[in-house]
């Protein structure tokens, strides 16, 4: 997740330029760059300095043009290359004149690539990103406009994609384009605006513009025009406004934690995509472990703290069921206390959507210093646990603000869930067209996230008739049972009130004494495997007086004779399930926390990310 900003026709552009980018820096802070365009001239300036990149870049524009009245400017979240000035944007063509910004993945870049090396192109960055200037520079070269050329160019593309061009020898024009990542369109007399969010330009435009996916967007001076990829205009949607500024960076949301549970969807999206060579096997981010080690390896340890560990918890059935491996779940914090068995083969898997939880970080070192070879599942690029680990898959879910975790569970258990797949892969436990199902199965997920998030007034209602209460028990069975821990912390974080997760087969064992009327249990009961026996465990709390919230799929007739309320979701394939039923226990905490008057996005005693033992 990216942030863009461009302005044409302004007397202010690079101050416009970077008071956006300061505002964008929440979408991506791993390195900044801005490009000013005048007469045949590009000016580009670039600093990759982690959190400080804004403020290095301020530095660095001190000797900018003050006359250049057009420019785009971009603050980067990195996904392909490493986060280093070389890899930031804006970036180039061959003549130096087309400058880009992207927000996005390219799918296909490797194949394009390919192609206009061919060509004679010479590519100065390893990221994705850059094709797209030497495609919009081949385009130009045959006579095409600015904007047929980016039309043009972005035919050839398959990814996500919020864009925005420039060319030095067409000064006074940007061509912007979107497709899944988010773009808007501002305007004021004699000037245009673009941005990856309105936050950006807020107080600058005085009219705002939404772009859909697949149209394209010539601005000037004098205003916009759009067409759709094929050419045909179209009308731009204007936006109603009337957020400050604190509100626009949440997006219109309340707080940053509705617009995080929002984003899942994309956070999944983008987590999934590009993972595939041309050969069918799935990649990694960054890899320093050949697949023959990855091959033999003999037994799994995933470590973890908090939300994660109940991601990693999913992943330990996803691991054993399909690349049949002995597979064991780790507090982080207790790892290194214990004196672990590393033996030959013990493949450590750290996760950590910051990188940088001390503990996580603490438990690898310990299992690499014992011989183990260690995996990274981590949200920041160039994070701590990402640079000390031997393999890295990063979960794309763009930066998280609120203290409770929600996107990132789900783009964690998304990015586990490959690398269980490749896993099985490189072992052969897994048929090639069993893999391609399952992938399949896990692109679906998205979709299925939207369709719960569609149902948050459902579950705010239930809410609504909850507020009262102070006892919750939540109980799930196989990977629900790492679900109902999840939700069961969400409500603990936003609400303050005792909510415990159990496995629904231990309620015999100890829990089942505490059941008494005014208690609420919330289940779930979407594994159809294991639907008699969560059955029955709803049974046994009804039986003693509990009021019961079942997280249910849509097909299930037999759960309203049990259930007080029930919480429908879209079925999906069990291992699959934990992205989707955790969407209305988010709403269900976040529900119960704004009516008992909680802050959401800071929870009294917590702190993002642990960095302290």
């Given amino acids: 997740m990216c942030g863009i900003i461009g302005v044409v026709g302004s007397t202010e552009t690079l101050a416009t330029l970077l008071e956006g980018l300061q505002r964008l820096e929440y979408r991506g802070y791993d390195s900044a760059g801005i490009a000013l365009v005048h007469a045949g ?9 982690g959190t400080e990149s804004v403020a290095a870049l301020r530095v660095e524009c001190e000797g900018a043009p003050q006359d250049y009245r057009s420019g785009i400017g971009h603050t980067r979240w990195a996904t392909h290359g490493a986060p280093e000035a070389v890899n930031a944007h804006p970036h180039l063509d061959c003549s130096g004149h087309v400058a880009i910004i992207h927000n996005g993945i390219i ?8 192609i206009l090396t061919g060509r004679g192109h010479v590519f100065t960055s390893v990221t994705d990103s850059e094709v797209v200037a030497h495609l919009v520079e081949e385009l130009r070269g045959r006579g095409l406009e600015l904007l ?13 994609f ?6 030095a020898t067409e000064p006074d024009v940007i061509v912007a384009a979107r497709r899944i990542s988010p773009l808007v369109v501002g305007t004021a007399p004699g000037v245009s605006y673009l941005a990856s969010d309105v936050p950006a330009i807020l107080d600058r435009a005085t009219a705002f513009y939404a772009v859909n996916d697949d149209e394209v967007v010539r601005l000037g001076p004098e205003g916009f025009r759009a067409v759709d990829l094929e050419g045909a205009p179209v009308r731009l949607r204007q936006l109603q406004i009337d957020w400050d500024l604190e509100t626009a960076e949440k997006g219109g949301y309340d707080d940053f934690m509705s617009k995080e549970i929002a984003e899942q969807p994309h956070a999944v999206y983008a987590t999934l995509l590009d993972r595939r060579r041309r050969d069918g096997s799935i990649v990694f981010d960054e890899l320093r472990i050949s697949d023959e080690e990855l091959r033999d390896v003999k037994r799994v340890v995933l470590v973890a703290c908090g939300t994660s560990n109940h991601a990693a918890q999913v992943a330990k059935y996803a691991i054993e069921r399909w690349a049949r491996l002995s597979v064991e779940v780790d507090i982080a914090s207790e790892y290194r206390y214990r004196d672990p068995i590393v033996e030959i083969g013990t493949l ?7 990188g940088e939880t001390i503990d996580t970080i603490q438990a690898t070192r310990e299992a690499q210093r014992r011989g183990a070879r260690v995996v990274a599942i981590s949200n920041i690029v160039d994070s701590s646990l990402a640079r000390e680990a031997d393999a890295v898959l990063y979960t794309r879910a763009g930066l998280e603000v609120s203290v409770a975790s929600t996107k990132a569970f789900v783009a964690q258990v998304a990015a586990l869930e490959l690398l269980a797949l ?8 897994l048929a090639p067209e069993e893999i391609d199902r399952l992938l399949e199965g896990l692109h679906s997920v998205s979709g299925h996230i939207a369709t719960s998030l569609g149902r948050r007034d459902d579950v705010a209602g239930v809410a609504a008739q909850l507020l009262d209460a102070h006892d919750y028990f939540f109980l799930g069975r196989h990977v629900g049972y790492p679900t109902a821990l999840e939700g069961a912390l969400k409500l603990k974080e936003l609400t303050y009130l005792h909510a415990e997760g159990y496995a629904a087969g231990e309620l015999k064992h100890g829990p089942l004494a505490l059941i008494e009327p005014g208690v609420i249990v919330v289940a779930v009961t979407t594994d159809p495997v294991m639907h008699e026996k969560i059955l029955s465990n709803v049974a046994e709390v009804k039986a003693r007086g509990a009021t019961v919230v079942a997280v249910a799929t849509d097909d299930d007739e037999r759960i309203d004779a049990v259930a007080d309320y029930v919480l429908r979701v879209p079925a999906t394939q069990s291992m699959f399930a934990p992205m989707i039923d955790i969407v209305p226990l988010q709403l269900l905490a976040y529900s119960l926390a704004r009516g008992l008057g909680r802050n959401v996005d800071r929870p009294r005693n917590l702190a993002k990310t642990v960095t302290v033992e």
């Fill in 348 to 354: 450590v898997i750290g996760v950590s959507q910051s």
């Fill in 162 to 167: 919020a864009i925005a061009v420039m060319d």
């Fill in 422 to 429: 490749r896993l099985a892969q490189l072992r052969g436990t």
């Fill in 41 to 49: 001239h590009t000016w580009r300036a670039r600093t990759a300095a």
């Fill in 107 to 114: 799918e296909n870049h490797s194949e394009l690539r390919e």
């Fill in 148 to 160: 047929d050329a980016v039309r043009h160019a972005l035919l050839e593309v398959r990814g996500a």
